[in-house]
């Protein structure tokens, strides 16, 4: 399977500030990403789906606007939180799918939190 | 949006005995998906059952696909401690390969 990483892993911020989350396709070209949040013991929720070169599509009732999203190459996705307030804290994942398969493979997530 | 809802919510036993979680979803499928996560950690992905499948096995894991009851079963076998997880479901439904999530099932396996 794909090999996705995540970086940063954990992130703690200040209220106001703008956070990026970098999601990278280590071992292939991704032309589709997928963004999801997690609440605790909770399950995910697609956020918006990332297609390189094109804007982003998000989920119904996700900000545009709040949570960025660029994936400027085949390999890397980013996701920006904008002007961060303690109800963005959770645990963002995102995913990407091979040209080939219906599945998606996962990074290993990113855990924010807000002050 | 989700539409996956899993049984049981939590699931607590004892090492190699068998666990099964079932899902059910609302609309119609491609395929479904059975992800595991450990605590604080991306998802897994496990196994693959597609609309026109019944039944599919990858080494202690079994899972049912009944597309007229829209539901679905995993059944790990002999379980083992690091079995020891969250399970979600995850069904495709659309052309753009996007996937809802059930809400999941934690696995205890006690030693």
């Known amino acids: 399977g794909a090999v996705v990483s995540q970086h940063p892993s954990r992130v703690i911020c200040k209220s106001g500030t703008s956070v990026k989350i970098e999601c990278r396709s280590l071992?292939?070209?991704?032309?589709?990403m997928f963004w999801y949040r997690q609440f605790p013991k909770k399950s995910l929720m697609l956020m918006a789906t990332?297609?390189?070169?094109?804007?982003?599509?998000?989920e119904q009732g996700v900000e545009k606007d709040k949570f960025l999203i660029n994936h400027a190459s085949l390999t890397l996705s980013t996701l920006t939180v904008t002007s961060a307030h303690p109800e963005d804290s959770s645990f963002y994942i995102c995913?990407?799918?091979?040209?080939?398969?219906?599945?998606?493979?996962f990074g290993p997530g990113t855990r924010l939190l807000v002050l | 949006s989700q539409q996956g809802e899993e049984d049981p919510q939590a699931l607590s036993i004892q090492e190699g005995e068998n666990a099964t979680m079932n899902c059910s979803y609302k609309?119609?499928?491609?395929?479904l998906q059975w992800y595991r996560q450990n605590s604080g950690r991306g998802l897994v992905h496990l196994i693959l059952i597609r609309s026109n499948e019944r039944e599919k096995h990858s080494g202690r894991l079994r899972v049912t696909l009944d597309t007229s009851k829209k539901s679905s079963s995993l059944l790990i076998t002999a379980s083992r401690a690091a079995d020891t997880a969250s399970y979600f479901c995850?069904?495709?439904?659309?052309?753009?390969?996007?996937?809802?999530f059930g809400a999941g099932t934690t696995v205890t396996v006690r030693a």
């Open positions: 609309t119609s499928i491609n395929n």
């Open positions: 071992d292939f070209q991704a032309t589709t």
């Open positions: 995913s990407v799918r091979t040209g080939a398969e219906e599945t998606q493979y």
């Open positions: 990332s297609n390189e070169g094109s804007k982003a599509t998000y």
């Open positions: 995850a069904t495709d439904g659309s052309n753009d390969y996007k996937l809802s």
